[in-house]
């Protein structure tokens, strides 16, 4: 589900450490400016499994001692979901979620609505659908993104 265009053209100049021994620039290599809150978000992501919000990512790194504004919080998330660093949803009520996602390449989620587990899918038929209705329609250069909304397994015990 990486849908948007990147932000700007990679950055070269101006990275500032991030805590694996790497520039941010180099582990966020679409996003044009790179600043140390937003190594801070991208670190923390890449820390915890599941989708969350940026309420409870924001809390996460004040736990942390780390000088983070929600603001910059949420401006960093966007701008990672724009550049298809991360994967984002959104629950049936509006709520909007983020997470870095283990696949690279284009991706679908299945949601649990009762407990919010996730399932990454791929959906070549999806895929092939949705080309050959833009193109019906005379829609080119294509993006979309597909969330399934049901209850899992284990919740429905």
């Known amino acids: 589900m990486r849908a948007g265009s990147a932000v700007s053209d990679r950055a070269t100049s101006g ?4 805590g694996d ?36 990512l924001h809390q996460m ?13 949420y401006r960093t998330l966007q701008l990672l979901v724009d550049a298809g660093e991360i994967d984002s949803t959104r629950l049936p009520g509006g709520e909007q979620l983020f997470r870095r996602c283990s696949q690279s390449r284009h991706h679908h989620h299945l949601v649990c609505r009762s407990c919010g587990r996730t399932v990454e899918v791929a959906g070549p038929a999806v ?31």
């Open 15 to 18: 990275a500032s450490e991030s």
């Open 21 to 56: 021994g790497g520039t941010v620039n180099q582990a966020m290599p679409n996003v044009t400016r790179n600043t140390r809150q937003r190594g801070e978000v991208l670190a923390l992501l890449r820390e915890v499994d599941g989708f969350h919000t940026a309420q409870q």
């Open 61 to 73: 790194l004040l736990a942390r001692d780390a000088r983070v504004g929600l603001t910059t919080v």
């Open 127 to 157: 895929e092939r659908w949705a080309e050959r209705v833009a193109g019906e329609n005379g829609f080119t250069d294509v993006d979309h993104t597909l969330e399934i909304f049901g209850t899992c397994a284990e919740c429905a015990r």
